[in-house]
């Protein structure tokens, strides 16, 4: 009887600490810095992106972001959303290449945003908003370089691209998927915004469904695991009250 309880009590124990295994890869897979949704459609007018800065330091908070732009596939019209605490500074730059709109050329675009003055604690996030007139419509991703800056002067570069086929890296670059727009049936410019519009939505909705269906996932997973250990723990008890 003795040996069944010892048994049951290493199986709770492992059980436990399998869960929290898991919750701890769960945390670690999403501590960086990511932009959201993670998809549009090419070309997509009059959106808003938003880049997620978790701090993950147990003992400094977040005093400055800065994102980068790409210069090869720029974002048109971009506009900042004012944020209490934070002020931020937006570069443009010269184009070396013009990019042809309805309304003409447009040979300037801006490609860094740095936001100072704010907080954000151990522990905590913060979601900075941009909003652009224009996407590209000639790639099929575009690679947002970030920088994150903590008070204790550390500065953690969220720059490194994945190949294809090989894992993420240590501090990958916030990465927007750009879906090909269909405009089967639709013969106008109207009928071919719509489309887009449609394409954009569905491409956005996929990719919050993605992360949420891993949430979802995990929480199941442990809630299996810790079940099994409370069972294991139960039939201890049990068994102990008899003899």
């Not at 800065?66 to 944020?83: E, I, S």
């Not at 939505?201 to 810790?226: E, N, P």
Request: glycine share 10%.
């Amino acid at each position: 009887m003795s040996t069944t309880r010892s048994a049951l009590r290493r199986a709770g124990l492992g059980a436990v600490l399998a869960a929290a295994a898991v919750l701890c890869a769960a945390g670690a897979a999403s501590a960086h810095v990511t932009v959201h949704p993670e998809s549009y459609a090419k070309g997509a007018t009059d959106g808003v992106l938003s880049f997620r800065v978790p701090d993950e330091e147990e003992t400094a908070s977040t005093t400055e972001v800065q994102v980068f732009l790409p210069t090869d596939h720029p974002v048109l019209g971009v506009l900042v959303r004012p944020q209490d605490g934070w002020t931020p500074k937006v570069t443009t730059t010269e184009l070396k290449t013009p990019v042809k709109t309805d309304d003409g050329a447009i040979t300037e675009a801006v490609t860094e945003i740095t936001w100072t003055g704010g907080k954000i604690a151990a522990g905590q996030y913060e979601d900075f908003d941009v909003a652009f007139g224009q996407l590209p419509d000639d790639t099929g991703q575009l690679v947002f370089k970030a920088l994150q800056t903590y008070s204790d002067g550390k500065t953690v570069r969220w720059i490194e691209e994945a190949a294809a086929g090989a894992d993420e890296p240590e501090n990958p670059a916030p990465v927007l998927k750009l879906a090909t727009v269909s405009t089967k049936g639709t013969d106008t410019a109207a009928g071919s915004t719509k489309q887009a519009d449609t394409d954009t939505a569905a491409a956005a909705a996929s990719g919050t469904g993605d992360s949420t269906a891993r949430r979802l996932g995990v929480a199941g997973l442990v809630v299996g695991v810790l079940g099994l250990a409370a069972a294991g723990f139960a039939v201890v008890r049990t068994r102990s009250t008899r003899s």
